[in-house]
């Protein structure tokens, strides 16, 4: 009987959702006729059930958010509390909220540096197109009025909003709707070593450098970048490479954007990304782990010098969301901070990153498709290849990384694929902060099941 309640609820539900939702980076014709894939309606850790009680493992963290893992009832108690006492204060006017102050305190201790003081928003395009809006205003107030242009990379993903969809270096995202902003320019080259002072390199012509001497510094106001490339294919910098930009900018007197807001609340093993390689960027984008999902928060995280120059602005300042300093969201991700310090998630990260990186060896050693493992912390990604020994794709047709990720999914375990560019098949890894060895053990054996169901069925 309850199975023909919570089967008739979904079909009900379906039909509700076809009928009256787009969903975001879904086939919009595809999903009006088949309707959701699955329709959540619980989590516990790392699992997430559906309305019918079948579980899988979410070993994306959802969309690279969910950090410390589903059903943390102490989440849910602190909005409880908030919400009781004041669910809502606008912080516009200079009203303020104790949340939104202790949070912006607390980023303060945990950034690096002298990244003390915080514009909140609502999520990562929004933090984005702030740190974009804050780096132009702040070279404005400098008396450089021609500085605008923002210079981001190939395959960086930087939100929707019309400039962080810009900055975006995925075409699909990039050119979606024709929406512009003529003062963002992406690099062609992604995460190569041509920063690093080589002229020589294949990719010179399209990496930051060249873009700076083409443009002219007097016209860039900063480069955006993210400490790892995720929403891209999960690509690591090369050793040396962000010091390189980090050097370039100071070079040209050009502001630096970290892009934090997958790496950032300990998802690489570090609190955030840029600790990695050990620089500072002039404002950082945050969102999704600061509150790991259970509340909608960003912000940009400015250095003194941005920082002192706007607090010298007399005069209103235009830009600010709704939700700007929501009191909700800044007790979740107040709490959401405490429970990644208390349960020691950050150094879980890095260790459990290493319990994948075996699994990953592991898988290497035993699919000969297999390759370009990459995992720092919990956020790792391989490619497939039909040939990594000589470098050949999969066919487009067999649809690879689409086709293991779906041989997964029957198997009860969800994770991403990015095949946006010929050739690119790329599945990426990134559960909750709070796995246990166990869990990761559990995800390798079904992506090596997964990957062998997908060996027997692909025409070689
Ligand atoms: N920046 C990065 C690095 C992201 O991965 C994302 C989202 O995945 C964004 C920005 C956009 O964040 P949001 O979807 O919260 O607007």
Known sequence: ?????????????????????????????????KGPKIIFSKGDGINVKDLNEHTYIDGVSMLWNV?????????????????????????????????????AEKISRLTPGDLNTVFFT?????????????????????GFKDKRKIISLRRGYHGVTVSAQRATGIDAFRNFSG????????????LTECELGDKTHPEYSGCIRSVIEELGADKIAAVIVE????????????????????????????L????????????????????HWDITPDLMSIAKGITSGYAQLGGVV?????????????????????????????????????????????????????????????????HEFFTNPRTVG?????????DPVVNIPFDSSVQAAVSVVEECYQRGLLIRCFDFEPGMNIVAVAPPLIIQKQEIETIISILDEAMTAFSQKVKW
Request: glycine share 10%.
């Open 179 to 190: 929406s512009t902003d003529p003062d963002i320019v992406n690099a062609k080259a992604h």
């Open 1 to 33: 009987q309850l199975l023909t309640n919570t089967e008739g609820l979904t079909s009900e539900l379906s039909d509700l959702d076809k009928k009256h939702l787009i969903h975001p980076v879904a086939v919009p014709k595809h999903h009006a006729s």
């Open 67 to 103: 950090n410390v893992g589903h059903g943390k009832k102490e989440l849910a108690d602190v909005a409880h509390h908030q919400m009781s006492k004041m669910a809502y204060s606008s912080t516009f006017y200079g009203y303020g909220n104790e949340p939104a102050i202790r949070l």
């Open 378 to 386: 919990l956020l790792a990604g391989f490619d497939l290849m039909k």
């Open 227 to 254: 400490p790892i490339q995720g929403a891209g294919g999960v690509h690591v910098p090369p050793e040396g490479y962000l010091k390189a930009v980090r050097a370039l900018c100071d070079e040209f007197n050009i």
């Open 302 to 366: 400015m250095n003194d010098r941005v920082a002192d120059t706007i607090k010298e602005y007399n005069d209103i300042l235009p830009h600010g969301f709704t939700y700007s300093g929501h009191p909700t969201a800044c007790a979740v991700g107040l709490k959401n901070i405490e429970i990644v310090e208390r349960e020691g998630l950050v150094k879980n990260a890095y260790k459990m990153g290493k319990e994948l990186e075996k699994g990953f060896t592991y898988l290497e050693e035993k």
């Open 122 to 142: 609502s999520g990562g395009s929004e933090s984005n197109d702030t740190a974009f809006k804050l780096s132009r205003f702040y070279w404005q107030l400098k």
């Open 256 to 275: 630096l954007i970290a892009d934090e807001v997958i790496c950032g609340f300990g998802r690489t093993g570090e609190m955030f990304g840029v600790s």
